[in-house]
């Protein structure tokens, strides 16, 4: 019983203390408005937080010029006019070849040069030939109309035909 009534007696002296440490340290607070700090008094260790406040939304930076990402491609599109069949090959490689009903080729190719070739049924029955230069320019899209009485008529850019 001795131990209960001591033990009760310096459980009320300490919470006393407490409350006595902490209106001691309030009172510090709202009289000094200062940014975050550590104060030391004696053997205590008090840390002040300032509150963070965000008034405008982040801005994240950019670096420029912003570095093209590898994965774009030069969309090339070919379109057969007239009625005969052909053959189209890039880089000595078949591509497409137009008959009755897929008179129409869509390919993504990366940016660089390629060696066109347009020919007959028949490879040696050339109809054009050239070089491609695909990316040079802001240009994504190139199309390229090939007949064997017209020839070759390229849009996209001025520069990306190029025939022998």
């Known amino acids: 019983m001795l131990w209960g009534a001591a033990g009760a007696g310096a459980m009320l002296w300490a919470m006393g203390v407490q409350a006595q440490e902490v209106t001691t340290v309030q009172s510090d607070v709202q009289a000094d408005s200062q940014p975050d700090r550590i104060i030391r008094p004696g053997n205590r260790v008090i840390i002040r ?17 912003r570095p093209a990402p590898e994965t774009e491609r030069v969309r090339v599109e070919f379109d057969a006019r007239g009625s005969d069949w052909g053959a189209v090959y890039l880089d000595n490689r078949l591509v497409y070849r137009p008959h009755n009903f897929d008179r129409q080729e869509t390919l993504y190719l990366p940016p660089g040069g390629y060696r066109l070739e347009i020919t007959g049924v028949v490879r040696s029955d050339r109809w054009a030939s050239g070089y491609l230069d695909l990316g040079r320019d802001s240009s994504r899209v190139v199309v390229i109309r090939f007949s064997k009485a017209e020839g070759v008529a390229v849009s996209g850019s001025p520069y990306v035909w190029i025939p022998d």
Do not use: E, G, L, N
């Open 49 to 65: 937080q300032s509150p963070v406040i965000i008034r405008q939304p982040s801005v994240i930076i950019v670096p420029y010029p």
